[in-house]
């Protein structure tokens, strides 16, 4: 028998909370083991329920969706998000895409969307319960990241174990996102992107740099501390390292 998925369901109007509630029970093997309000309300849920997974509404009295996903990553809890709202501007998307939602469904939706999503996503959770993943475990897992889009490579790799403090779903969002900004960045400036200490995202930027995905040099300025700096290799440059 498959585990059930938990599910945290963030959403402020008490008509939708119970449509949106019985659209996901519809699903086989997904139950909604808590509601929350706001944004407050959604991280406090998430530490004293643990869901697997969180349905999270955007726009919302007090601190909104994005203030929450933004905190989740930021204290590092361990629980999926999938983003629902009638946002659609390019920023709020690219906002949430770079913290790590495993989806965006756009308001007004229909079952059949979210039971797409979620369907997608027990395929996802099922795969992540692997104690070691391979590097093609691996590249379906960051594919499903970017909204869905599964393209994997069907060819077995070599088992991979990431040395310890490095988990494979951060460092695909640390990856992307330098990999989607022009130039260099710094530690400080991804992690207020993605909304994770300059610590953490130091830890991952030191591993891809050992593992030849990343250069970094030190910016010398006329005032304070020089400042080290990333930028990601491209192909051409990883084969002349």
Request: net charge neutral.
């Amino acid at each position: 028998m498959s585990k059930t998925i938990n599910v945290l369901l963030v959403e402020d109007d008490p008509m939708v909370q119970e449509i949106n509630t019985s659209f996901i029970e519809r699903v086989e093997g997904f139950k909604v083991i808590g509601w929350a309000r706001n944004g407050e309300e959604a991280i406090e849920n998430v530490k004293r329920l643990a869901p697997h997974l969180v349905i999270l509404d955007l726009y919302m009295p007090g601190k909104g969706g994005l203030e929450a996903l933004r905190a989740i990553r930021q204290q590092e809890l361990d629980v999926d998000v999938i983003a629902v709202t009638a946002a659609n501007d390019r920023e709020t998307v690219l906002r949430v895409m770079r913290l790590g939602a495993v989806d965006y469904i756009f308001k007004p939706f229909q079952f059949h969307r979210i039971q797409a999503a979620l369907l997608r996503y027990k395929e996802h959770f099922r795969r992540n319960q692997s104690a070691v993943f391979s590097q093609s475990m691996f590249d379906v897992a960051r594919e499903f990241t970017m909204f869905g889009n599964k393209q994997s490579n069907k060819k077995e790799e070599a088992e991979i174990e990431y040395p310890k403090g490095i988990q494979a779903f951060t460092l695909q969002q640390v990856s992307d996102c330098l990999k989607g900004e022009a130039g260099e960045m710094s530690a400080e400036e991804i992690g207020q992107l993605i909304g994770m200490s300059r610590v953490t995202v130091r830890r991952y930027l030191e591993y891809l740099e050992s593992v030849g995905k990343v250069r970094s040099y030190m910016v010398y300025g006329t005032v304070g501390r020089p400042m080290k700096m990333y930028t990601w290799l491209n192909e051409q440059k990883e084969q002349n390292v």
